[in-house]
Each structure stands twice: as structure tokens, then as C-alpha cells.
């Protein structure tokens, strides 16, 4: 006869993120409708007052790898070099810093930061962007100072295929003017045989 345990509370805590020591409530960014709200510091789940969508509260700290749908977080997402995560989805509210291979649908409130061992493939599409030279990106969608949090369908966009569905849907059209070193792009890349090649790109005003 199978006999299922579910650990003691204590157990679970220490697997956990650790606990905020103030009492002083926290404000997020829902990231289903991009409003802010106040929660309880001590809450790891929450329901946004304005939109009711369920959210998840706190960073997000990858070490080793992650499979599965999604990764949501009002927080910011760290995935470490030696780190591997599949995922249709990663949103999050502020800040994205990706040192390991990810493959993913990536939506960003904040800065997101590719580092030079980076290996992306799927799309990411936020407010900011810091690309470092070495980082390795794969048939991917980058869209920069991207107003796509709030406005995506997290629900749909978690049974998307990476880089496909409504989230990775951008206005795609022809440069008609001179590309500068500070110019903000959105850009799809296609892979070939001969390696990545450059389909269209947009200037972002």
C-alpha cells in the first residue's frame, strides 16, 4: 500500500527563501497588469487587488536547473552559469540576469542582463537591456524598452512553445533611419545553416 509523507513545516522553511525580518509591508508590480500593490512581507503568494491574478512574491535564485512551464515572480530572476532551465515562460517584475543556458519565452519589467556565458534561445523582450560580448543567442526575439509586461496573457503565454504565442508577437518593420550605438531595437534573429542571421529590425522610440 503507498503511503505518502508530507514533511514537517520546519523542513519545508529551510528549502525555502528565508523570511523577511520587518513587519513593514512590501509593494510589488503585479505582472499580469503591471499595477503596484502592497502585500505582508512575511507572503510568498499573493492575489493582485486589481486584476485578481495570483502572484508570486520574492526572487528567484536558479543554481542547477529548472523544468517546467513557468517561473513568475514580482521579484527579479538570477540563473547562475551552471545553471540549465526549460521553461515556456519566465516573467518577472524587476530584474533578469541570466548566466546559464535558458530556454524560454523571457518578459522583464526591469533591466535584464545577458552575461558573456549566457546561452539563450526563445525571445526576451524588457524595459532594458545589457547584452555583454560572448553571450550566445539562438533563434531568439529580443525586443528592448519593451512594454509587454501587463499586457501578455500569462495564462496562455505558459502553454506557448518559447519564442511562439501572443507573448512573442512584436511590430517587426524596416529601419528607416541610421542605427546609433544608443539606439533602442527590437530585433528577430532566425538561425541558418551558416549561423544567425538577421531578419528585421525596429527602432524602438
Same mark, same amino acid.
Given at each position: 500500500?503507498a503511503? %505518502? %509523507?508530507?514533511?514537517?513545516? %520546519?523542513?519545508?522553511?529551510?528549502?525555502?527563501?528565508p523570511r523577511?525580518?520587518?513587519?513593514?509591508p512590501?509593494e510589488v508590480? /503585479?505582472?499580469? /497588469?503591471?499595477r503596484?500593490?502592497?502585500?505582508? $512581507? %512575511?507572503?510568498?503568494?499573493?492575489?493582485c487587488p486589481h /486584476?485578481?491574478?495570483?502572484l508570486q512574491?520574492?526572487?528567484v535564485?536558479?543554481?542547477?536547473?529548472?523544468w517546467?512551464?513557468?517561473?513568475?515572480?514580482?521579484?527579479?530572476?538570477?540563473?547562475?552559469?551552471?545553471?540549465?532551465v526549460?521553461?515556456n515562460?519566465?516573467?518577472?517584475s524587476g530584474?533578469l540576469?541570466?548566466a546559464?543556458?535558458?530556454?524560454?519565452?523571457?518578459? /522583464?519589467?526591469g533591466?535584464?542582463?545577458?552575461?558573456?556565458?549566457?546561452?539563450?534561445?526563445?525571445?526576451?523582450?524588457?524595459?532594458?537591456?545589457?547584452?555583454?560580448?560572448?553571450?550566445?543567442?539562438?533563434?531568439?526575439?529580443?525586443?528592448?524598452q519593451?512594454?509587454a509586461?501587463?499586457?501578455?496573457?500569462?495564462d496562455?503565454?505558459m502553454?506557448?512553445a518559447p519564442?511562439?504565442g501572443?507573448?512573442?508577437q512584436i511590430e517587426?518593420?524596416?529601419?528607416t533611419?541610421?542605427?546609433?550605438?544608443?539606439?533602442?531595437?527590437?530585433?528577430?534573429?532566425? $538561425?541558418?545553416?551558416?549561423?544567425?542571421?538577421?531578419?528585421?529590425?525596429?527602432?524602438?522610440?
Amino acid at each position: 500500500m503507498a503511503t %505518502f %509523507f508530507k514533511p514537517p513545516r %520546519f523542513l519545508i522553511r529551510e528549502r525555502a527563501a528565508p523570511r523577511q525580518v520587518s513587519n513593514t509591508p512590501i509593494e510589488v508590480t /503585479c505582472y499580469r /497588469c503591471a499595477r503596484p500593490s502592497t502585500h505582508s $512581507p %512575511f507572503a510568498e503568494t499573493a492575489s493582485c487587488p486589481h /486584476c485578481a491574478g495570483r502572484l508570486q512574491i520574492g526572487d528567484v535564485h536558479i543554481e542547477h536547473g529548472h523544468w517546467g512551464t513557468s517561473i513568475q515572480t514580482t521579484g527579479s530572476v538570477v540563473i547562475d552559469q551552471a545553471a540549465q532551465v526549460h521553461a515556456n515562460l519566465i516573467i518577472c517584475s524587476g530584474d533578469l540576469h541570466i548566466a546559464g543556458k535558458v530556454h524560454a519565452m523571457c518578459i /522583464c519589467g526591469g533591466r535584464a542582463t545577458i552575461s558573456e556565458t549566457a546561452d539563450v534561445q526563445g525571445g526576451i523582450r524588457t524595459s532594458q537591456l545589457v547584452l555583454q560580448p560572448g553571450a550566445v543567442i539562438r533563434g531568439c526575439l529580443i525586443e528592448t524598452q519593451s512594454r509587454a509586461l501587463g499586457k501578455i496573457d500569462v495564462d496562455h503565454a505558459m502553454r506557448s512553445a518559447p519564442g511562439k504565442g501572443q507573448a512573442a508577437q512584436i511590430e517587426l518593420k524596416p529601419t528607416t533611419s541610421t542605427i546609433g550605438a544608443n539606439t533602442d531595437i527590437a530585433a528577430r534573429i532566425y $538561425p541558418s545553416a551558416k549561423g544567425p542571421r538577421q531578419a528585421q529590425l525596429r527602432v524602438v522610440s
